[in-house]
């Protein structure tokens, strides 16, 4: 299994938008440095047919260590979480009923 990466997306640009490569990587980075600002202040980042980021904030609770068993608090803390579109989900799993009450 590949990862993607910056490299890739930035060849992708490069190959698909006829820009030139210093310009495709600068188009990448601008475009993820304004995602993660707004992440930052608490704005969701919605992508249509791709899917929504949003940073929620997770409580104080009380945790357990698989070793040892013994429990350790968990402080409060903000966690990205990623919600993928009805697209996204039909594409991945095509010939499936993906209707709007469908979760898995």
Same mark, same amino acid.
């Not at 930052?40 to 980021?53: L, Q, T």
């Not at 997770?58 to 697209?87: A, D, H, W, Y």
């Given at each position: 299994?590949?990862?993607?990466?910056?490299?890739?997306?930035?060849?992708?640009?490069?190959?698909?938008?006829? @820009?030139?490569?210093?310009?495709?990587?600068?188009?990448?980075?601008?475009?993820?440095?304004?995602?993660?600002?707004?992440?930052?202040?608490?704005?969701?980042?919605?992508?249509?047919?791709?899917?929504?980021?949003?940073?929620?904030?997770?409580?104080?609770?009380?945790?357990?260590? !698989?070793?040892?068993?013994?429990?350790?608090?968990?402080?409060?803390?903000?966690?990205?979480?990623?919600? !993928?579109?009805?697209?996204?989900?039909?594409? @991945?799993? !095509?010939? @499936? *009923?993906?209707?709007? *009450? *469908? *979760?898995?």
């Amino acid at each position: 299994m590949k990862t993607l990466t910056r490299a890739h997306l930035a060849e992708a640009i490069y190959t698909q938008v006829g @820009l030139s490569r210093n310009e495709s990587a600068a188009l990448l980075e601008t475009v993820l440095e304004q995602m993660s600002a707004a992440l930052e202040s608490g704005e969701p980042v919605k992508i249509s047919a791709f899917g929504s980021f949003v940073v929620r904030q997770k409580g104080k609770r009380v945790g357990r260590n !698989p070793k040892t068993g013994i429990e350790v608090p968990i402080m409060p803390r903000k966690v990205l979480s990623f919600r !993928p579109s009805q697209v996204l989900k039909a594409k @991945l799993n !095509p010939g @499936l *009923d993906m209707g709007p *009450d *469908d *979760d898995a």
